[in-house]
């Protein structure tokens, strides 16, 4: 998320324009990808926090939306097919999705539905259009709605942090007598202890 972040930010300062989307995504970002996964490699490196066989790579969410999103137009490539090894091989170099299920039957061993039991999942959605919708959804509600990974973002003059205007409480269990802390709430909690 960092490194996106960073793609962002050089945007929002015009260093990158509109016309460099692909080469950001498939030479900038790809480039990225292969340092991370040899560091990943060399030092054997363990995710921070990670879903295991529950999500999807224990690293890596945006190179398959970017992949899926790739995907999405191609009619000779249906989704049933990337658990397929031979596959996978054949267009590795040419598709950001079948690249980081490479990087995964290199790094986990094991029969594939059973060390990622999500994306083998994901393989019978119909669509790639389905599955890039469905991983959206999924990065908002596992990345970006989690506030143990939020609170080390870096907000700044680039990226503001809004507080909610909404004045609707959250939904609390009964049993609670006052209302969740918002995230601004949270934060300023974090940066003063």
């Not at 930010?9 to 480039?31: E, W």
């Not at 970017?66 to 596959?87: R, T, Y």
């Not at 490479?102 to 959605?125: A, C, P, R, T, Y």
């Not at 609390?172 to 918002?182: C, N, Q, R």
């Amino acid at each position: 998320m960092s490194f996106c972040m960073f793609l962002c930010g050089l945007y929002k300062v015009d260093i990158l324009k509109q016309s460099d989307s692909k080469a950001t995504v498939n030479v900038l970002f790809l480039r990225y990808l292969e340092i991370v996964r040899r560091c990943q490699l060399r030092y054997q490196m363990e995710p921070a926090g990670s879903h295991g066989a529950w999500s999807l790579d224990d690293y890596q969410f945006v190179p398959f939306i970017w992949g899926s999103a790739q995907l999405i137009e191609n009619p000779d490539l249906n989704p049933n097919l990337f658990v397929d090894e031979k596959c996978v091989q054949q267009f590795k170099s040419k598709y950001m999705f079948l690249g980081c299920i490479d990087f995964i039957m290199q790094v986990k061993k094991g029969l594939f539905h059973e060390h990622s039991n999500q994306l083998w999942n994901i393989s019978g959605v119909q669509s790639w259009n389905k599955i890039n919708e469905g991983l959206i959804k999924m990065y908002k509600k596992e990345v970006l709605g989690k506030f143990p990974i939020i609170q080390h973002v870096p907000f700044g003059n680039l990226f503001k942090f809004k507080q909610c205007t909404n004045k609707k409480p959250f939904a609390t269990p009964l049993a609670m007598k006052t209302p969740a802390l918002s995230l601004l709430e949270k934060l300023k909690k974090t940066n003063q202890s």
